[in-house]
């Protein structure tokens, strides 16, 4: 007789009914290629953009395509999720509609990206589940989504940051006249982003805030995406990231060296940009900024990870002005997680592998769940 397989079952989720789909999907390539298959039984459950889990075997295949972009796909088998905190294994349905059990879950490690993955929607499930998972709980992750309210929590933790203004479809609809000037009072070119999404969907650059047809064009893509808004003025200064990783219960928040993002090719950083256009983008790791701005973004970045209570991962963006002030433009509580994204790249040059950053955050899940209690 076989003994049971001792080791840990982790499972990978991603894809997700997100714009970021296909990018959630080339972060779960990564990971899963970066998990040690002799130390952890590795699950890899892909969810189809009407909201369908199932196992994905192929998925370690996944690659980042324009023309023909990755996706989790029904295959008429699915996932189901035990809302209680029994330990329960999830199960599977056939195509044949029969129900077997499939694995008991150690630890979940989602990288779904935007609506309905880093909001704290998927985190309330494993949350009900009783799970461990990688990231941040529930309202952290709510919270550091909506940039109206992510705004808000950096201005009462003294962090500082650019002003803004929130908007909603109502208010511009019943009150359109009011809403313009508090937007037109920030500045001579404006930033519109819509208040729940990833990866700059989205986002519109304004020239002339004073062209009624052009502000009202930027808000209907904002609209397009999420039925609040916020509006920014345009920072004149350097685009500085920087990762942090950290527990809630046990060690502090620990920042990676800063890296910044330099837009050559393109009117400023958009998804295009970001996924489509790699040169377009310039990316510079350590930033070459002075000891004492770097210094600056590291601490703020930190207080940042602790304002918003976050467990496991975040990467904080910042701009840096020729002044030499450091203002924090937003966090990111589930960021991109590819071998090349952003924030991995960050922890290589500070001396961690993508394959030891990976097991260091199923680590932090792992000892932040038997804390809680």
């Given at each position: 007789?076989?003994?049971?397989?001792?080791?840990?079952?982790?499972?990978?989720?991603?894809?997700?009914?997100?714009?970021?789909?296909?990018?959630?999907?080339?972060?779960?390539?990564?990971?899963?290629?970066?998990?040690?298959?002799?130390?952890?039984?590795?699950?890899?459950?892909?969810?189809?953009r009407d909201g369908v889990c199932r196992i994905v075997e192929d998925a370690e295949g996944f690659r980042f395509d324009p023309e023909l972009m990755p996706e989790v796909v029904d295959d008429g088998t699915e996932?189901?999720?035990?809302?209680?905190?029994?330990?329960?294994?999830?199960?599977?349905?056939?195509?044949?509609?029969?129900?077997?059990?499939?694995?008991?879950?150690?630890?979940?490690?989602?990288?779904?990206?935007?609506?309905?993955?880093?909001?704290?929607?998927?985190?309330?499930?494993?949350?009900?589940?009783?799970?461990?998972?990688?990231?941040?709980?529930?309202?952290?992750?709510?919270?550091?989504?909506?940039?109206?309210?992510?705004?808000?929590?950096?201005?009462?933790?003294?962090?500082?940051?650019?002003?803004?203004?929130?908007?909603?479809?109502?208010?511009?609809?019943?009150?359109?006249?009011?809403?313009?000037?508090?937007?037109?009072?920030?500045?001579?070119?404006?930033?519109?982003?819509?208040?729940?999404?990833?990866s700059s969907m989205g986002v519109t650059k304004v020239s002339d805030p004073s062209d009624d047809a052009a502000l009202d064009a930027a808000l209907a893509e904002a609209f397009a995406h999420d039925s609040a808004?916020?509006?920014?003025?345009?920072?004149?200064?350097?685009?500085?990231?920087?990762?942090?990783?950290?527990?809630?219960?046990?060690?502090?928040?620990?920042?990676?060296?800063?890296?910044?993002?330099?837009?050559?090719?393109?009117?400023?950083?958009?998804?295009?940009?970001?996924?489509?256009?790699?040169?377009?983008?310039?990316?510079?790791?350590?930033?070459?900024?002075?000891?004492?701005?770097?210094?600056?973004?590291?601490?703020?970045?930190?207080?940042?990870?602790?304002?918003?209570?976050?467990?496991?991962?975040?990467?904080?963006?910042?701009?840096?002005?020729?002044?030499?002030?450091?203002?924090?433009?937003?966090?990111?509580?589930?960021?991109?997680?590819?071998?090349?994204?952003?924030?991995?790249?960050?922890?290589?040059?500070?001396?961690?592998?993508?394959?030891?950053?990976?097991?260091?955050?199923?680590?932090?899940?792992?000892?932040?769940?038997?804390?809680?209690?």
């Amino acid at each position: 007789m076989n003994s049971p397989d001792p080791r840990p079952v982790v499972a990978v989720l991603f894809g997700g009914r997100s714009s970021e789909h296909s990018v959630s999907c080339v972060t779960a390539a990564g990971v899963l290629k970066a998990l040690d298959d002799e130390r952890y039984r590795v699950l890899p459950i892909g969810m189809t953009r009407d909201g369908v889990c199932r196992i994905v075997e192929d998925a370690e295949g996944f690659r980042f395509d324009p023309e023909l972009m990755p996706e989790v796909v029904d295959d008429g088998t699915e996932i189901i999720f035990p809302l209680d905190v029994r330990r329960s294994p999830l199960r599977v349905r056939g195509a044949d509609g029969m129900v077997e059990d499939l694995a008991v879950v150690d630890v979940f490690f989602p990288v779904l990206h935007g609506p309905f993955g880093e909001d704290g929607t998927v985190q309330g499930v494993f949350e009900l589940m009783d799970v461990p998972y990688v990231g941040s709980g529930v309202l952290s992750s709510a919270i550091g989504m909506d940039k109206r309210f992510m705004k808000a929590v950096l201005r009462d933790a003294g962090v500082p940051t650019s002003p803004w203004e929130p908007v909603t479809v109502r208010q511009l609809r019943t009150d359109r006249a009011s809403v313009v000037e508090r937007i037109r009072t920030l500045g001579s070119t404006l930033f519109v982003k819509p208040a729940n999404a990833g990866s700059s969907m989205g986002v519109t650059k304004v020239s002339d805030p004073s062209d009624d047809a052009a502000l009202d064009a930027a808000l209907a893509e904002a609209f397009a995406h999420d039925s609040a808004a916020i509006v920014e003025p345009m920072i004149v200064g350097r685009e500085i990231e920087c990762g942090v990783i950290g527990t809630r219960f046990h060690e502090g928040p620990r920042a990676s060296v800063p890296g910044e993002i330099e837009v050559t090719g393109a009117d400023f950083y958009d998804f295009d940009t970001k996924y489509m256009n790699a040169d377009a983008v310039r990316i510079s790791c350590p930033a070459d900024i002075d000891a004492a701005a770097s210094a600056r973004v590291q601490d703020l970045a930190c207080r940042t990870f602790d304002a918003f209570d976050c467990s496991g991962l975040a990467r904080v963006d910042t701009f840096v002005t020729e002044s030499g002030e450091v203002l924090v433009n937003e966090i990111n509580t589930l960021p991109g997680f590819t071998p090349t994204s952003m924030f991995p790249v960050l922890w290589e040059h500070s001396g961690m592998r993508y394959e030891e950053l990976v097991e260091a955050l199923v680590d932090i899940a792992l000892r932040d769940h038997r804390a809680a209690g």
